[in-house]
């Protein structure tokens, strides 16, 4: 069975000081300490340490062999969206960015499909790039769940919502900037708490805004799951039904009619919250997801999603069906 893992997480090897470059601000940038390792450097400050499995192509292949996985989706790690940049800058760190995606299937196109990145702060510049990654062969985009802290109902991203839809470009929602992040340091609880609902949140304002019901063919899809918006529907859907002056203001459709309507991931590390995910959104909009290749991701593919008693067919759904439609994409391409 053909398996694609939908959401994964890639750097190139070298790249430019950004700060000394641009003259200012904290950009990652990566210092190669010892074979194998670098470190993630958020201008003078230490953010975190990777392996060479964040930018070796080869040494990912040979990884997600072991566990049956052929084809990687690969977007930049959402630390290096850079909103807050200069919006011109933040173009030129995108399309440096996407440039090693574009290279990168190219090189290995059975085995990438890479989502590009693009300066969400300025529609004319993102729109911009869009047209020019879809040129170059990348199937979508990877957004935050905030864009310098707006949440995405906000008027002035529509348009580049409605040129993915025009483009065909596919988009996956993944969460960054977390809210309350400098109030709960402790236990690493931004990335435990903060993550899910960041997604909830992305969600939410996609429903209540309007987002989907002005644009019906925009294929979204949120990772983790969906984060907490699936576990707290019930309280969500209430909250629409007993204070629809509040919550249906913009959009009075139920937030339950937009099941299915969107993609998620099965990064949920507990077969019984698949199960409910599955039941909510079904096997046609659930699929392989993984986080690789951080600590906090399904580091085994899906493993447990292999060992659960599902029919073949659900199963063949989440590791390949789902995520081909997503992205528009044939079987063909990756097995022929």
């Given amino acids: 069975m053909l398996k694609i893992d939908s959401h994964t997480h890639i750097l190139p090897e070298k790249m430019p000081n950004w700060s000394e470059k641009f003259g200012y601000g904290d950009f990652i940038y990566l210092q190669h300490h010892k074979k194998g390792y670098a470190k993630m450097m958020r201008g003078n400050q230490f953010f975190r340490e990777i392996k060479e499995n964040c930018w070796d192509a080869d040494i990912r292949i040979e990884e997600y062999a072991q566990y049956n996985t052929k084809v990687q989706v690969v977007c930049t790690i959402p630390v290096m969206f850079s909103y807050w940049a200069k919006p011109m800058d933040c173009l030129d760190l995108s399309r440096y960015l996407n440039d090693h995606l574009i290279g990168l299937t190219n090189d290995y196109p059975k085995n990438y499909i890479g989502l590009g990145t693009v300066p969400m702060q300025d529609a004319d510049l993102a729109i911009e790039e869009l047209h020019r990654i879809k ?42 900037n977390m809210m309350g992040e400098k109030q709960m340091q402790r236990y690493w609880l931004p990335w435990l708490v903060g993550m899910p609902a960041e997604t909830s949140r992305a969600i939410c304002s996609m429903i209540f805004g309007g987002i989907f019901e002005r644009l019906p063919n925009l294929r979204v899809m949120f990772s983790h799951a969906g984060g907490s918006f699936l576990p ?25 009619n937009y099941l299915q309507k969107f993609w998620v991931d099965s990064v949920t590390h507990d077969a019984l919250m698949l199960e409910y995910v599955l039941k909510l959104q079904g096997s046609k909009r659930v699929m392989l997801g993984s986080d690789y290749p951080f600590p906090l991701g399904d580091l085994e593919i899906g493993r447990f999603i292999e060992e659960m008693d599902l029919p073949a067919n659900v199963k063949e759904d989440i590791f390949c069906n789902s995520v081909l439609e997503w992205l528009q994409l044939s079987k063909e391409q990756f097995t022929a």
């Fill in 232 to 256: 707290t529907l019930g309280r969500i859907q209430h909250g629409f039904d007993c204070r629809p002056d509040l919550v249906a203001i913009d959009n009075n459709v139920n937030p339950r």
């Fill in 135 to 176: 040129k170059e062969g990348l199937v979508g985009i990877q957004i935050g769940s905030n864009i310098n802290d707006e949440n995405l109902n906000e008027n002035r991203f529509y348009p580049i919502f409605e040129a993915c839809e025009k483009l065909g470009l596919a988009m996956m929602v993944h969460p960054w």
